[in-house]
């Protein structure tokens, strides 16, 4: 998972999830940070990884290659009916992110 700490304005790594204290405790770069959960946006990964190697989380931005009709598609990484779609709402594109290939994160 990572974290996304609304005041600090930092991404954090986390390492720890307390659902008893409503706390989660991870690094921010070399700043170690316990949260409550209201303080931040929590993000579990997707278990997929970009071109560059990076893993792609739901809430990550990407542009990756439609394999089915080979159009480019930008947009959001989403959970939305048990799986993980890539959604544009500019363009009303919603796909699967498994249908994608050359991903790159945004």
Do not use: W
């Not at 921010?28 to 303080?39: K, L, N, Q, T, V």
């Not at 993000?43 to 439609?66: C, H, M």
């Not at 080979?70 to 799986?83: L, M, S, T």
């Amino acid at each position: 998972y990572k974290a996304y700490h609304k005041e600090k304005k930092v991404m954090i790594d986390v390492s720890e999830i307390d659902f008893r204290k409503n706390r989660i405790k991870g690094r921010a770069g070399d700043e170690i940070i316990s949260a409550r959960f209201d303080e931040v946006e929590l993000y579990q990964s997707t278990g997929l990884f970009d071109e560059a190697g990076r893993e792609l989380f739901e809430g990550d931005y990407i542009k990756g290659r439609d394999v089915e009709k080979f159009i480019d598609v930008a947009g959001k990484i989403e959970y939305q009916g048990g799986e993980y779609k890539v959604t544009n709402n500019i363009t009303n594109i919603c796909k699967p992110l498994g249908k994608l290939i050359s991903v790159f994160k945004l």
